[in-house]
């Protein structure tokens, strides 16, 4: 059974940086894709960033530049490395756990990590 648990998020000034992390269980980790995704108040979820089982990343264009997505396969964690923050970056960070087809784009599945909160403000 594949199980996800973030953490890391927490208040931050802009500009600060903050590093997410997302642990996963089972062994499909090494074998799938992994997301993450933000819902802000109000908002539908955005996907922010993605990394393949061969370490291929993709950004959101509000957020290429700033954040850098990886991955641990021996931790069976994902992370998502966050800089130079805004507040319009505020918002619960999920993390899931998906595939990708022939031209990078990627799937979601309905493992889905319980969120972590990340606030920017001063």
């Known amino acids: 059974q594949v199980q996800l648990v973030e953490s890391g998020g927490g208040l931050v000034q802009p500009g600060g940086s903050l590093r997410l992390s997302c642990a996963a269980s089972g062994s499909i980790f090494s074998t799938n894709a992994m997301g993450w995704y933000r819902q802000a108040l109000g908002k539908g979820r955005e996907l922010v960033a993605h990394?393949?089982?061969?370490?291929?990343?993709n950004y959101a264009d509000s957020v290429k530049g700033r954040f850098t997505i990886s991955r641990d396969n021996a931790k069976n964690t994902v992370y998502l490395q966050m800089n130079s923050l805004k507040p319009e970056d505020t918002a619960v960070y999920y993390c899931?756990?998906?595939?990708?087809?022939?031209?990078?784009?990627?799937?979601?599945?309905?493992?889905w990590g319980q969120g972590t909160h990340v606030t920017v403000s001063s």
């Open positions: 899931n756990a998906g595939y990708t087809d022939n031209r990078g784009r990627y799937y979601d599945t309905d493992y």
């Open positions: 990394i393949s089982s061969g370490g291929s990343t």
